[in-house]
């Protein structure tokens, strides 16, 4: 069983930065992607950004530009930046660890105007 283990959301004004990480419980060598979704109330959870074993990223295009996600390891991490009211969500961590999809626990990221 892979493990994600989230941390770093909060309250931040807009404007605002914080840095999401989410370590896996594997080795590095078996993870084909590692992500971050988003899920604000009633609303369905949606993918933010997406590093791939090769290194390659995706956003969606809300977030271009502000947030940047990377990898060390095992680790993956959020950078937001220049945060907007409209990000306030749970933000989950994802992993794609031979072909089974794991989710982490969930981070509040509240962003207040």
């Known amino acids: 069983q892979v493990q994600l283990v989230e941390s770093g959301g909060g309250l931040v004004q807009a404007g605002g930065s914080l840095r999401l990480s989410c370590a896996a419980s594997v080795s590095i060598f078996s993870i084909n992607a590692m992500g971050w979704y988003q899920q604000a109330p009633g609303k369905q959870r949606e993918l933010v950004a997406r590093i791939f074993s090769g290194g390659s990223t995706t956003y969606t295009d809300s977030v271009k530009g502000r947030f940047t996600i990377s990898r060390d390891n095992a680790t993956v991490y959020l950078q937001m930046n220049s945060l907007k009211p409209e990000d306030t969500a749970v933000y989950y961590c994802?992993?794609?660890?031979?072909?089974?999809?794991?989710w982490g626990q969930g981070t509040q990221v509240t962003v207040s105007s």
């Open positions: 994802n992993a794609l660890v031979r072909s089974r999809v794991y």
